[in-house]
């Protein structure tokens, strides 16, 4: 059974940055596509960045240009590098695969 377990979050001030982490319990390469949610309270969840086995990636609108999403497939380990953060980037992160198993999610608070 897949499972993800996230890392990496914690508290930055704005302009900061911070790098997550999604460790897989099995082979990345068996998975086709992975990707990174967030949902800020009060918030629907929202799509961050996805990536597929061969590299294709794609970012929600708000993100494009700071964050940057990896695979590691030897490690078997996703990331998300965080660049330029701002206090709208405030939630909970969570890994996700193409078939739909979720991390416990990691908690990102842009604050002064």
């Known amino acids: 059974q897949v499972q993800l377990v996230e890392s990496g979050g914690g508290l930055v001030q704005p302009g900061g940055s911070l790098r997550l982490s999604c460790a897989v319990s099995?082979?990345?390469?068996?998975?086709?596509?992975m990707g990174w949610y967030r949902q800020a309270p009060g918030k629907q969840r929202e799509l961050v960045a996805a990536?597929?086995?061969?590299?294709?990636?794609k970012y929600g609108d708000s993100v494009k240009g700071r964050f940057t999403i990896s695979r590691d497939n030897a490690k078997n380990t996703m990331y998300l590098q965080m660049n330029s953060l701002k206090p709208e980037d405030t939630a909970v992160y969570y890994c996700?695969?193409?078939?739909?198993?979720w991390g416990q999610g990691t908690q990102v608070t842009v604050s002064s």
């Open positions: 996700k695969t193409i078939d739909s198993v």
């Open positions: 099995v082979s990345i390469v068996s998975i086709s596509a």
């Open positions: 990536i597929t086995v061969d590299g294709t990636t």
